[in-house]
């Protein structure tokens, strides 16, 4: 197995301009890495920074779905595609947030058929709806999202994290992204286990 972190040119913190040297710095900080998404989009500035403004404005939001719902959302997306990169990475994400070291494990594997309360039924749902056949997806989705008491926020929240998401995923799929080995014991082992 290769160690390539992609198939097209990857960046080190110290390459990326000024001001994403300190936004993806803050969170190689808080993890303890640099997560190699931001070093495969680094070769491409202004996209890495399209990129993190619109994670950031769905993902960081404090209305409506909760941080890890959101998650959820981005895991049950990830596993429909078959990206592993964004099935890792937010599947540690998700167990950190849920507090829970087996529910991304479940979600990504088979989110057709995971057991979920209802609200979390109808989150990943209603992201498979749209996710796997955005052509077909419509009133009915909607409809079923409604009647388990998602608001139209929140909505267009599992809609708009879902659209971005279905992009990184064919991103990584493009650039044949690599997880980070740290990924995959995040949230299963107590930090400096």
């Not at 960046?11 to 993890?31: C, N, T």
């Amino acid at each position: 197995m290769s160690d390539q972190v992609s198939r097209f040119p990857v960046v080190e913190l110290a390459e990326l301009p000024e001001d994403l040297r300190e936004r993806v710095g803050a969170i190689a900080e808080k993890s303890g890495f640099v997560p190699n998404i931001f070093r495969a989009l680094g070769h491409r500035p202004a996209e890495l920074r399209a990129f993190l403004d619109y994670h950031d404005a769905l993902m960081e939001r404090t209305e409506g779905l909760s941080k890890a719902e959101r998650e959820l959302v981005v895991v049950a997306t990830s596993g429909a595609n078959h990206c592993t990169y964004c099935v890792v990475a937010h599947g540690a994400i998700l167990r950190i947030r849920a507090k829970d070291p087996e529910l991304s494990d479940r979600v990504s594997s088979n989110p057709w058929q995971v057991e979920l309360d209802k609200r979390g039924r109808a989150i990943v749902d209603l992201a498979l709806a749209l996710a796997q056949d955005s052509a077909q997806f419509g009133e009915a989705d909607l409809a079923a999202a409604r009647a388990a008491g998602l608001t139209e926020d929140e909505i267009w929240d599992v809609g708009a994290i879902t659209a971005l998401f279905a992009m990184s995923n064919r991103l990584a799929h493009l650039t044949a992204l690599r997880p980070n080995p740290e990924f995959y014991l995040m949230g299963r082992q107590k930090r400096g286990s």
